[in-house]
Protein backbone atom coordinates (compact mmCIF):
# COMPACT_ATOMS: atom_id res chain seq x y z
CA UNK A 1 0.00 0.00 0.00
CA UNK A 2 0.91 3.77 -0.65
CA UNK A 3 0.48 5.42 2.66
CA UNK A 4 1.28 9.19 3.03
CA UNK A 5 1.11 11.32 6.20
CA UNK A 6 -1.79 13.46 6.98
CA UNK A 7 -1.77 17.07 6.87
CA UNK A 8 -1.69 19.03 10.37
CA UNK A 9 -2.84 22.75 10.78
CA UNK A 10 -3.19 24.82 14.24
CA UNK A 11 -5.71 27.25 12.98
CA UNK A 12 -7.85 27.19 10.39
CA UNK A 13 -10.58 29.42 9.01
CA UNK A 14 -14.50 27.51 8.66
CA UNK A 15 -13.81 28.85 4.97
CA UNK A 16 -10.29 27.39 4.60
CA UNK A 17 -11.21 24.12 6.36
CA UNK A 18 -14.41 24.01 3.46
CA UNK A 19 -12.12 24.20 0.90
CA UNK A 20 -9.02 22.53 1.34
CA UNK A 21 -10.80 19.39 3.04
CA UNK A 22 -14.39 19.00 3.26
CA UNK A 23 -15.21 19.86 -0.26
CA UNK A 24 -12.12 17.21 -1.50
CA UNK A 25 -12.90 14.94 1.34
CA UNK A 26 -9.33 14.96 2.46
CA UNK A 27 -8.34 14.03 5.97
CA UNK A 28 -6.62 16.58 8.67
CA UNK A 29 -5.77 16.12 12.05
CA UNK A 30 -6.64 19.77 14.33
CA UNK A 31 -4.24 20.46 17.11
CA UNK A 32 -6.34 23.47 18.36
CA UNK A 33 -9.72 21.86 17.89
CA UNK A 34 -10.21 20.96 21.48
CA UNK A 35 -8.39 23.61 23.02
CA UNK A 36 -10.84 25.37 24.66
CA UNK A 37 -12.36 22.51 26.31
CA UNK A 38 -12.02 21.58 30.09
CA UNK A 39 -12.01 17.32 28.54
CA UNK A 40 -8.42 18.34 27.36
CA UNK A 41 -7.15 18.15 30.53
CA UNK A 42 -9.45 16.86 32.97
CA UNK A 43 -10.95 13.64 31.35
CA UNK A 44 -7.54 11.75 32.63
CA UNK A 45 -7.98 7.79 33.80
CA UNK A 46 -8.44 8.78 37.59
CA UNK A 47 -11.29 11.04 37.09
CA UNK A 48 -13.36 9.07 34.70
CA UNK A 49 -12.55 6.18 37.86
CA UNK A 50 -14.36 8.74 40.17
CA UNK A 51 -16.98 9.74 38.37
CA UNK A 52 -18.03 6.65 36.10
CA UNK A 53 -16.05 3.94 37.70
CA UNK A 54 -18.95 2.31 39.36
CA UNK A 55 -20.81 1.37 36.16
CA UNK A 56 -20.87 -1.86 34.31
CA UNK A 57 -19.44 -2.07 30.87
CA UNK A 58 -19.92 -4.24 28.37
CA UNK A 59 -16.94 -5.22 25.88
CA UNK A 60 -16.14 -6.58 22.48
CA UNK A 61 -13.52 -8.63 21.70
CA UNK A 62 -11.69 -8.97 18.65
CA UNK A 63 -13.50 -8.49 15.60
CA UNK A 64 -11.86 -11.58 13.75
CA UNK A 65 -13.13 -13.80 15.99
CA UNK A 66 -16.59 -13.02 14.96
CA UNK A 67 -18.38 -14.81 11.92
CA UNK A 68 -16.29 -13.01 9.17
CA UNK A 69 -18.60 -10.90 7.26
CA UNK A 70 -21.10 -10.49 10.51
CA UNK A 71 -21.56 -7.00 11.51
CA UNK A 72 -23.51 -7.29 14.47
CA UNK A 73 -21.00 -8.05 17.08
CA UNK A 74 -21.66 -9.66 21.06
CA UNK A 75 -19.95 -8.65 23.93
CA UNK A 76 -17.39 -10.88 25.20
CA UNK A 77 -17.54 -10.05 28.68
CA UNK A 78 -19.06 -7.65 31.07
CA UNK A 79 -16.85 -5.83 34.02
CA UNK A 80 -16.64 -2.37 36.39
CA UNK A 81 -15.76 0.92 33.92
CA UNK A 82 -12.88 1.15 36.56
CA UNK A 83 -11.68 -1.83 35.98
CA UNK A 84 -11.69 -1.59 32.53
CA UNK A 85 -10.12 1.96 32.48
CA UNK A 86 -7.04 0.10 34.77
CA UNK A 87 -6.41 -2.01 31.57
CA UNK A 88 -5.90 0.60 29.67
CA UNK A 89 -3.75 3.04 31.73
CA UNK A 90 -1.36 -0.02 32.66
CA UNK A 91 -1.23 -0.63 29.03
CA UNK A 92 -2.29 -4.43 29.09
CA UNK A 93 -2.60 -5.99 26.01
CA UNK A 94 -5.77 -6.91 25.03
CA UNK A 95 -8.21 -7.33 21.97
CA UNK A 96 -11.17 -5.40 24.65
CA UNK A 97 -12.77 -2.43 23.74
CA UNK A 98 -15.86 -0.12 24.12
CA UNK A 99 -17.32 1.69 20.82
CA UNK A 100 -20.31 3.35 20.44
CA UNK A 101 -20.28 4.34 23.79
CA UNK A 102 -22.66 6.99 25.05
CA UNK A 103 -21.46 7.91 28.68
CA UNK A 104 -22.89 11.06 28.83
CA UNK A 105 -26.45 8.98 29.57
CA UNK A 106 -24.89 7.61 32.50
CA UNK A 107 -22.93 10.86 33.51
CA UNK A 108 -24.62 13.87 32.32
CA UNK A 109 -22.12 16.73 33.82
CA UNK A 110 -19.78 15.13 31.33
CA UNK A 111 -21.46 16.96 28.57
CA UNK A 112 -20.27 20.16 30.47
CA UNK A 113 -16.44 19.54 29.61
CA UNK A 114 -16.68 20.20 25.57
CA UNK A 115 -18.51 22.05 23.29
CA UNK A 116 -19.01 21.87 19.25
CA UNK A 117 -16.18 24.03 17.20
CA UNK A 118 -17.61 26.31 14.80
CA UNK A 119 -15.28 24.89 12.06
CA UNK A 120 -19.13 23.12 10.37
CA UNK A 121 -22.34 23.50 10.51
CA UNK A 122 -24.66 20.52 11.09
CA UNK A 123 -23.22 18.60 14.24
CA UNK A 124 -25.34 15.77 15.58
CA UNK A 125 -25.18 16.95 19.26
CA UNK A 126 -27.57 13.99 20.41
CA UNK A 127 -24.45 11.31 19.18
CA UNK A 128 -21.74 12.13 21.47
CA UNK A 129 -19.58 8.69 21.06
CA UNK A 130 -16.67 7.46 22.90
CA UNK A 131 -14.31 5.07 22.20
CA UNK A 132 -11.96 3.11 24.26
CA UNK A 133 -9.69 0.57 23.44
CA UNK A 134 -6.44 -1.42 25.42
CA UNK A 135 -3.02 -1.91 23.39
CA UNK A 136 -2.91 -4.17 20.75
CA UNK A 137 -7.17 -4.13 19.98
CA UNK A 138 -8.24 -2.64 16.89
CA UNK A 139 -11.30 -1.72 15.08
CA UNK A 140 -11.87 -3.39 10.96
CA UNK A 141 -11.79 -1.49 7.84
CA UNK A 142 -14.73 0.14 7.04
CA UNK A 143 -16.77 3.95 6.34
CA UNK A 144 -19.42 4.96 8.98
CA UNK A 145 -22.94 3.22 7.28
CA UNK A 146 -24.46 6.91 7.73
CA UNK A 147 -21.77 8.81 5.74
CA UNK A 148 -21.14 11.73 8.16
CA UNK A 149 -18.19 13.79 8.43
CA UNK A 150 -16.35 12.93 12.40
CA UNK A 151 -13.87 14.75 14.42
CA UNK A 152 -12.63 11.91 16.32
CA UNK A 153 -10.30 13.74 19.51
CA UNK A 154 -7.67 11.54 21.30
CA UNK A 155 -7.57 10.84 24.93
CA UNK A 156 -4.37 8.96 26.79
CA UNK A 157 -2.13 7.16 24.70
CA UNK A 158 -1.53 6.46 20.82
CA UNK A 159 -4.01 5.58 18.16
CA UNK A 160 -2.85 4.81 14.53
CA UNK A 161 -5.17 5.12 11.82
CA UNK A 162 -5.28 4.17 8.18
CA UNK A 163 -7.66 6.19 5.73
CA UNK A 164 -8.62 5.54 2.34
CA UNK A 165 -10.48 7.51 -0.19
CA UNK A 166 -14.05 5.89 -1.49
CA UNK A 167 -12.08 6.06 -5.05
CA UNK A 168 -9.87 2.93 -3.66
CA UNK A 169 -12.89 1.06 -3.00
CA UNK A 170 -12.58 -1.33 -5.97
CA UNK A 171 -9.22 -2.49 -4.20
CA UNK A 172 -10.06 -2.86 -0.37
CA UNK A 173 -12.32 -6.01 -1.02
CA UNK A 174 -15.84 -4.26 0.20
CA UNK A 175 -18.23 -7.23 1.00
CA UNK A 176 -21.84 -6.63 0.04
CA UNK A 177 -24.78 -5.26 1.68
CA UNK A 178 -22.26 -3.45 4.47
CA UNK A 179 -19.65 -0.86 4.11
CA UNK A 180 -16.72 -3.05 5.83
CA UNK A 181 -13.78 -4.82 4.00
CA UNK A 182 -13.35 -8.34 3.89
CA UNK A 183 -9.41 -7.78 4.21
CA UNK A 184 -7.46 -7.68 7.65
CA UNK A 185 -5.06 -4.80 7.44
CA UNK A 186 -3.38 -5.87 10.87
CA UNK A 187 -2.58 -8.95 9.63
CA UNK A 188 -2.27 -8.12 5.88
CA UNK A 189 -2.41 -11.48 3.39
CA UNK A 190 -1.96 -10.43 0.21
CA UNK A 191 -2.41 -13.60 -1.11
CA UNK A 192 -5.87 -13.94 -0.70
CA UNK A 193 -6.08 -9.98 -1.26
CA UNK A 194 -3.77 -9.05 -3.78
CA UNK A 195 -5.33 -5.67 -4.48
CA UNK A 196 -4.32 -4.25 -1.34
CA UNK A 197 -0.92 -3.48 -2.61
CA UNK A 198 -2.59 -1.03 -5.05
CA UNK A 199 -4.52 0.79 -2.57
CA UNK A 200 -3.41 4.39 -2.00
CA UNK A 201 -4.40 6.43 1.15
CA UNK A 202 -3.02 8.26 4.69
CA UNK A 203 -1.91 6.67 7.72
CA UNK A 204 -1.50 8.84 11.15
CA UNK A 205 -0.70 8.53 14.70
CA UNK A 206 -2.97 10.05 16.79
CA UNK A 207 -2.01 11.44 20.01
CA UNK A 208 -3.59 13.48 22.69
CA UNK A 209 -5.19 16.87 21.97
CA UNK A 210 -5.30 16.13 18.68
CA UNK A 211 -7.99 15.97 16.69
CA UNK A 212 -8.44 13.76 13.28
CA UNK A 213 -11.04 15.20 10.73
CA UNK A 214 -12.75 12.38 9.19
CA UNK A 215 -14.73 13.44 5.87
CA UNK A 216 -17.94 11.43 4.68
CA UNK A 217 -17.39 8.27 3.25
CA UNK A 218 -13.34 7.87 4.08
CA UNK A 219 -12.36 3.93 5.14
CA UNK A 220 -10.42 3.75 8.40
CA UNK A 221 -9.12 1.19 10.03
CA UNK A 222 -7.57 1.91 13.34
CA UNK A 223 -5.04 0.38 15.89
CA UNK A 224 -4.44 1.06 19.19
CA UNK A 225 -1.40 1.30 19.54
CA UNK A 226 -1.82 1.76 23.45
CA UNK A 227 -4.51 2.15 26.00
CA UNK A 228 -6.60 5.08 24.87
CA UNK A 229 -10.01 6.78 24.63
CA UNK A 230 -11.66 9.18 21.79
CA UNK A 231 -14.54 11.42 21.72
CA UNK A 232 -16.22 11.36 18.24
CA UNK A 233 -18.21 14.11 17.42
CA UNK A 234 -20.36 13.91 13.70
CA UNK A 235 -21.85 16.23 11.98
CA UNK A 236 -24.60 15.83 8.60
CA UNK A 237 -23.28 15.29 5.21
CA UNK A 238 -23.17 18.88 3.55
CA UNK A 239 -24.74 17.57 0.43
CA UNK A 240 -28.20 16.50 -0.36
CA UNK A 241 -27.52 13.50 -2.10
CA UNK A 242 -25.16 12.34 0.91
CA UNK A 243 -27.74 12.70 3.38
CA UNK A 244 -30.35 10.45 1.25
CA UNK A 245 -27.15 7.75 0.50
CA UNK A 246 -26.55 7.82 4.14
CA UNK A 247 -30.39 7.49 5.27
CA UNK A 248 -30.35 4.52 2.56
CA UNK A 249 -27.54 2.87 3.56
CA UNK A 250 -29.01 2.68 7.65
CA UNK A 251 -32.53 1.73 6.80
CA UNK A 252 -32.59 -0.28 3.48
CA UNK A 253 -29.09 -1.72 3.01
CA UNK A 254 -28.65 -2.47 6.74
CA UNK A 255 -32.04 -3.45 7.07
CA UNK A 256 -31.70 -5.73 4.80
CA UNK A 257 -28.22 -7.39 5.91
CA UNK A 258 -29.61 -7.72 8.95
CA UNK A 259 -32.27 -10.32 7.44
CA UNK A 260 -30.32 -12.27 5.31
CA UNK A 261 -28.26 -12.84 8.22
CA UNK A 262 -30.81 -13.78 10.25
CA UNK A 263 -32.17 -16.75 8.21
CA UNK A 264 -29.24 -17.28 5.74
CA UNK A 265 -26.34 -17.28 7.98
CA UNK A 266 -23.52 -18.91 7.08
CA UNK A 267 -25.22 -19.43 3.38
CA UNK A 268 -24.93 -15.46 3.41
CA UNK A 269 -21.85 -14.68 5.12
CA UNK A 270 -20.42 -17.37 2.34
CA UNK A 271 -22.11 -15.31 -0.62
CA UNK A 272 -20.92 -12.01 0.62
CA UNK A 273 -17.21 -13.28 1.06
CA UNK A 274 -17.08 -14.64 -2.21
CA UNK A 275 -18.42 -11.70 -3.99
CA UNK A 276 -16.03 -9.42 -2.07
CA UNK A 277 -13.39 -11.09 -3.50
CA UNK A 278 -14.66 -12.00 -7.01
CA UNK A 279 -15.28 -8.36 -7.62
CA UNK A 280 -12.24 -6.96 -6.75
CA UNK A 281 -9.97 -9.36 -8.88
CA UNK A 282 -12.03 -8.96 -11.95
CA UNK A 283 -10.94 -5.30 -11.48
CA UNK A 284 -7.23 -6.53 -11.17
CA UNK A 285 -7.88 -8.93 -14.48
CA UNK A 286 -9.17 -6.13 -16.35
CA UNK A 287 -6.46 -3.67 -15.30
CA UNK A 288 -3.67 -6.69 -15.73
CA UNK A 289 -5.27 -7.00 -19.90
CA UNK A 290 -5.42 -3.11 -20.14
CA UNK A 291 -1.29 -3.10 -19.15
Given at each position: ????E??????????????????T??????????????A?DK????????????????????????????I????K?E???????????????????????????????????????????????????????????????????D???????Q????????????S?????????????S?????????????????????????????????P???W?Y??????????????L???P??????????F???????????F????????????A???T??????QS???
Open positions: MQLQVDTVQDISPEEFYEKYVSRTPVKLLNYTKSWARWTYSFLREIAGHHKVKLHGAWQDNEPTKEMPPKTSFSEYLDMLEHNVESDLRIFLFNLFKLEPSLLDDFNYPPIMDGYLEEFPYMFFGCAGSDVRLHYDILSNVFISFGGKKRVTLFDQQTKYLYKLPFTTHAADLGAADYDKYPALKLASGWQTDLLPGETLFMSGIHMQYVEGSFSLSLRTNPSMGKLQGAYNVVIRKLDEYFNKYKNTWSDYKLRKIERNEILDSVEH
